[in-house]
C-alpha cells in the first residue's frame, strides 16, 4: 500500500477542522476534491476513517490513529527537507512546540531568545495549550515537545524536569488579607475568587484544595490569562492564585502578595517528548537547550 502524502495532509486538515469545507478552505482545494481524496483514501485502506454526521466529522479509531501516524510522516517529510538545506546554509528546521500559561509567562521567552539567537534558521511554532492538552498534543504529533505542569497519564512520554515556580496569592492592597506575609490557602475560602479557567491545571489545583479543606470555593469568574485575573483582583472581584514570577509583570500599585505555605504551592513544570520517537534535529537541539537552561 502507497500512502500519498498530500491526501495524507488532507486527511490530517479534517481531523483536525471538524469539517471537510473548513478543510478544504485551509489546503485551498475545492470542497468535492477533498471529499473525493477522502474516499480514495478510505478504499485504498479498506475501513471507513470518519464519521459523517450532520454537523462536521470525527474520525474513526482507525481514522485516529492513521492521523497520529500521517502526521509522524508529514513532519518527518519536512525534517528531511530541512536537513537538505543544512548542507547549503547550516543549521535549520521547525519545532513544533506546545507549552502552558505559567511557562509561557515566566521562563520561556527568556530560553528561546537565547535559542534563537544560536540558531536563528531553526523555526519554533509556540502553541499555547493547557497541561493536559500539552501531553495529547505530544502523544498525538501534533507537537514535539511540551511543557506542562501536571497530567494524568504520562504513558508513552519520556519526561525531563524543566523549572520550578511558587503559587502566591494576589489580593487587592485594601483586601482584609493584604496584611498577611504567609496565609495557607484554605484561610483564603472566606473570600470570593478569581481563578483560571475549566480544565486548566491551576483550576484543578484549587479546586482539590478546597476539597481537601472541605470548603466551598467561591469562584467568582475563571480567566484564560493572568493579566484578566491581575485585572479582576485589582477591581475587587475576589482574590487570586498565580505564580509569583508571573506577578511581576503586571507589578504595581494596588495589589498585595501573600506567600502560600501548601505544598502544592510549589510546582515542578516539565519537559515531555513521545517515548522511542527520534527527534529531527532541530528538536533535539531545542530540547538540549531547555535542559540546559533547567539545569542552569
Known amino acids: 500500500m502507497r500512502l500519498n502524502l498530500y491526501s495524507l495532509q488532507l486527511f490530517v486538515a479534517v481531523v483536525e477542522e471538524g469539517t471537510i469545507a473548513a478543510a478544504a478552505e ?16 478510505e478504499r485504498q485502506v479498506g475501513t471507513p476513517l470518519l464519521i459523517r454526521r450532520a454537523r462536521g466529522v470525527e474520525p474513526t479509531e482507525a481514522g485516529r490513529n492513521l492521523a497520529r501516524g500521517a502526521r509522524q510522516l508529514l513532519h518527518n ?3 528531511l527537507a530541512d536537513t537538505l538545506v543544512d548542507h547549503a546554509s547550516g543549521a535549520a528546521g521547525h519545532v513544533r512546540l506546545a507549552a502552558n500559561l505559567s511557562s509561557i509567562t515566566q521562563f520561556l521567552p527568556g530560553d528561546l531568545a537565547r535559542f534563537a539567537r544560536q540558531h536563528p534558521r531553526v523555526q519554533i511554532d ?16 501534533a507537537a514535539d515537545i511540551g511543557i506542562f505542569t501536571s497530567a494524568l497519564d504520562l504513558q508513552g512520554l519520556t519526561v525531563f524536569p524543566y523549572r520550578r515556580d511558587r503559587m502566591v496569592l ?6 482584609p488579607l493584604a496584611g498577611h506575609r504567609a496565609l495557607a490557602y484554605a484561610e483564603t475560602l472566606a473570600y470570593d475568587q478569581v481563578g483560571m479557567h475549566r480544565g486548566s491545571a491551576g483550576n484543578e489545583m484549587l479546586m482539590r484544595a478546597a476539597t481537601a479543606a472541605n470548603l466551598p470555593l467561591r469562584m467568582r469568574f475563571q480567566v484564560t490569562s493572568y493579566d484578566a485575573m491581575v485585572a479582576m483582583v485589582k477591581a475587587g472581584f475576589g482574590v487570586g492564585v498565580m505564580p509569583g514570577d508571573a506577578l511581576a ?6 495589589l498585595a502578595t501573600i506567600a502560600l505555605t501548601d505544598g502544592w504551592a510549589s510546582r515542578e513544570l516539565k519537559i515531555c517528548v513521545r517515548a522511542g520517537d527520534g527527534l529531527p534535529s532541530a528538536g533535539r537541539l531545542l530540547l538540549a537547550h531547555l535542559q540546559a537552561a533547567a539545569s542552569h
Open 249 to 254: 509583570l503586571y507589578a504595581g500599585d494596588g
Open 170 to 175: 494576589v489580593v487587592p492592597a485594601a483586601h
Open 26 to 41: 485551509r489546503e485551498h482545494i475545492a470542497t468535492s476534491a477533498l471529499s473525493k481524496r477522502i474516499s480514495e483514501l
Open 126 to 141: 509556540l502553541e499555547e495549550r493547557v497541561s493536559s492538552v500539552v501531553t495529547r498534543l505530544v502523544l498525538d504529533n
Open 77 to 79: 517529510a519536512e525534517a
